[in-house]
């Protein structure tokens, strides 16, 4: 995929520009003082029911479990189109395989249900012990359809994906011995934990309703710490060698080979990588739920992925979980909501509409705002961060005083 | 390997998934053959859309899906406004004004599908253009416009159209044609919905292969898909090349709708044409993309495959077979079969 230079994605100044001049110049344990108390707040948003925020027509810790799930596959799917710069229009196929991979260990409708006598997964630690399989599952499954594919040109590797998600699809609902077809697997495991005798299942069972404290809001935590792991992870992947190989290959795949990229290898690792995110939050989701079904991995839901991505900002690992928070959130905010600032609405229909409203965003914003709502802005990768941070201190420290320029 | 990793993975003995129904396939060869020839056909025609506009743009028309499923409401509300009333059961008209109104509603919906795929190239990828993107960004908009596009037919045009048209559930079949088995062809009987499918096909494909192979506006177009820069130098409008591309490949998926609403009546609905598109897709690459004889050869051979597989595997494996085709294609010929160049297609 090669950039026309005359097309200019990046915006030349921004809305946030001092503020994010203003936290690159900070030093790590800064970045962190400031970090977590804000993190806090938005892991606490669900508990604190804010008024405006909160969903009238849905329980609002259950849109914010829905949003910590694609915000995980926002951040997957950014490696994968954002930073390498591969537009896979399957991705859904690999949030698929991590949902079936634990569904299938652990459902007893399974033929090769773990969890139950002579199995070996103890129940209480089932859905634990499937993360990890279920990452690994779909690493392979990444690398199996990278491997021959990842030589294709930009738009043949899209269509060569979107046909792979489908096919995962197809082969679930068609595997009925394996997989029940469309009646799906139900009773899938999930974490056991903080078991009272209120809730004897514990706090993430689908019985934890009712309360400020239900099942959603324990989703939602458990999905803030795998995001921050997996932040950590892929933030320090992008400013590695291999972050740099990808930035190269995806400005200009033909430049970065000949400059001496394995391009075909750097693709291979974000794809597998990007893939093995998509399973961490399809386990994630099967845990969820309890229940998987083939309808829920339509190639809708791999284009509503891929708009979280692009609305966000590709290459934004913040822009991105923006996105994801607004395709989950929006639609939810006007489900059931009749009038919004003293002006009457029809909320559920807003909601009913949203793919139209979606595809117009997309399309406006396509020409309006390529780059999506917090595009990236490239960083000085070379000499690493200690450099980078002392150049940007030192900017910032011009912009707030400007020097006097006399004659 | 003991214990109850190997007991659990060795002793599942469920039946398997997969049948090999070779002797079925044996025995229904040619039937199968000639109905993948004319399901074929209809894939061959909506290729044409994907290939033309991807020879001069270099750009995968996500939306062309949505053209196609456009033409299917066009020729139905031509048909409405002609006073056949929506009803399941076949019309017997007589032959010759059978052909006058299937030739009318399929004049109509060419020109929804036509329109609509000049619209599209006017609202949302000439503004693009303007501004020089990059190819993800006429894709990704292309992708917005195929929502827009079915949901407007789901939600928007019922309340347009007093609920005749569109909506959650598919239309209620206007069939002119009843399927009738006209003759035997290698013991394959040959209905008359599959000869005129396949008449029409063809008559269709030739003239556009003349259209753009002997003509002066087909240079222009071959010319613009070769080279840009130079075909414009030479005086040949781009823009105006483009407009063409879009409307030939409108006009053949409005073709194509009619064709495959005589063969799947109960297919009109806001989400019909989603998959069939996605296969178009897959012959245009499956024959070379950019390559217009590649396309209508690649349909033929999808259509075909996919007829095989659905009686080799089951049913539901009819989809597997073409995607599968698809990757395998692209990993041993990725210029598929004919190769990619659309200005290079006739030397």
Request: aromatic residues 12%; hydrophobic residues 50%.
């Amino acid at each position: 995929m090669t950039n026309n230079p005359s097309f200019d994605a990046r915006p030349k100044a921004g809305v946030g520009d001092s503020f994010r001049s203003w936290w690159n110049a900070q030093s790590r344990p800064m970045q962190w003082l400031f970090g977590v108390p804000f993190i806090l707040l938005i892991a606490l948003l669900p508990i604190l029911n804010v008024p405006v925020l909160t969903t009238v027509g849905t329980n609002f810790g259950g849109v914010m479990a829905q949003f910590g799930m694609y915000a995980l596959i926002a951040i997957g799917l950014n490696v994968v189109v954002g930073q390498a710069g591969l537009l896979d229009l399957g991705y859904v196929g690999f949030y698929a395989v991590g949902a079936y991979t634990v569904a299938l260990l652990t459902s007893p409708n399974s033929p090769w249900n773990q969890t139950g006598p002579g199995g070996w997964l103890s129940s209480d630690w089932a859905w634990l012990a499937c993360l990890p399989i279920a990452i690994l599952i779909t690493a392979l499954s990444g690398l199996l359809l990278g491997s021959p594919t990842l030589r294709l040109r930009g738009d043949y590797l899209a269509i060569v994906t979107l046909g792979f998600g489908e096919i995962v699809r197809l082969l679930a609902d068609n595997l009925e011995e394996i997989t029940g077809g469309g009646r799906g697997l139900s009773q899938v495991a999930y974490p056991r934990f903080g078991t009272t005798e209120e809730f004897p299942l514990g706090v993430f069972s689908a019985g934890n309703v009712g309360k400020t404290l239900n099942s959603g809001v324990w989703w939602y935590w458990l999905s803030i710490v795998l995001i921050i792991i997996v932040l950590l992870f892929v933030g320090n992947l992008e400013r590695s060698r291999v972050g740099r190989a990808w930035v190269a290959i995806r400005e200009d795949e033909d430049a970065a080979e000949i400059m001496g990229v394995p391009t075909f290898k750097f693709k291979l690792w974000a794809f597998t990588i990007g893939a093995s995110i998509g399973g961490l939050s399809g386990a994630l989701y099967a845990g969820q739920v309890q229940f998987v079904v083939p309808t829920n991995f339509n190639v809708v839901n791999s284009v509503l992925f891929l708009c979280a991505v692009v609305l966000g900002g590709q290459g934004n690992k913040l822009g991105v979980i923006l996105g994801a928070f607004i395709i989950v959130y929006l639609p939810n905010f006007f489900l059931g909501r009749t009038e919004i600032l003293g002006i009457p609405i029809d909320g559920d229909s807003i909601a009913e509409y949203k793919y139209f409203f979606f595809g117009l965003a997309l399309m406006v914003l396509m020409i309006f705002r390529p780059q999506g709502l917090l595009p990236v802005r490239q960083k000085l990768l070379t000499y690493g961060r200690e450099l980078f941070v002392a150049a940007r201190r030192r900017q910032h420290d011009e912009a707030a005083a400007p020097v006097e320029v006399t004659k | 390997m003991t214990g109850p990793l190997a007991q659990t993975f060795f002793s599942v003995s469920a039946a398997p998934p997969i049948n090999f129904n070779v002797e079925a396939l044996g025995n229904l060869f040619w039937q199968l053959t000639v109905d993948g020839l004319a399901y074929g056909s209809i894939y061959a025609l909506v290729a044409v859309g994907y290939t033309l506009v991807y020879g001069v743009l270099r750009l995968i028309n996500f939306a062309h899906s949505e053209i196609f499923m456009l033409g299917m409401f066009g020729q139905y509300a031509v048909l409405m406004l002609l006073g056949f009333a929506p009803s399941g059961n076949a019309y017997n008209e007589g032959t010759v004004m059978t052909i006058i109104y299937l030739g009318i509603a399929m004049i109509g919906g060419m020109a929804v599908s036509g329109g609509a795929a000049v619209g599209l190239e006017r609202l949302a990828y000439r503004p693009l253009r303007k501004r020089n993107a990059p190819s993800l960004v006429f894709l990704i908009t292309a992708i917005g416009a195929s929502f827009v596009l079915q949901e407007f037919v789901h939600y928007i045009l019922p309340t347009l159209t007093g609920g005749e048209l569109g909506g959650v559930n598919a239309q209620v079949p206007i069939r002119l044609v009843a399927p009738e088995p006209q003759f035997t062809l290698f013991g394959a009987t040959v209905t008359n919905i599959t000869l005129i499918i396949i008449i029409s096909a063809i008559v269709l494909a030739v003239a556009t292969d003349m259209f753009v192979n002997r003509t002066k506006f087909g240079r222009g177009i071959r010319a613009v898909a070769q080279d840009p820069t130079t075909a414009t130098l030479m005086g040949v409008s781009r823009e105006r090349v483009i407009i063409l591309t879009f409307l030939i490949g409108g006009i053949l998926a409005g073709a194509a709708a009619l064709l495959y609403t005589l063969r799947v009546p109960n297919g009109i609905i806001y989400s019909g044409g989603f998959i069939l598109g996605i296969k178009a897709f897959c012959a245009a690459v499956l024959g070379g993309i950019g390559n217009l004889r590649g396309a209508l050869l690649g349909g033929l051979i999808l259509g075909v495959m996919e007829n095989y597989g659905q009686v080799l595997f089951g049913t539901g494996w009819r989809d597997v077979v073409a995607f599968v085709l698809l990757i395998l294609i692209l990993m041993f010929r990725p210029t598929g079969i004919l190769g990619e160049s659309l200005g290079r297609a006739r030397v």
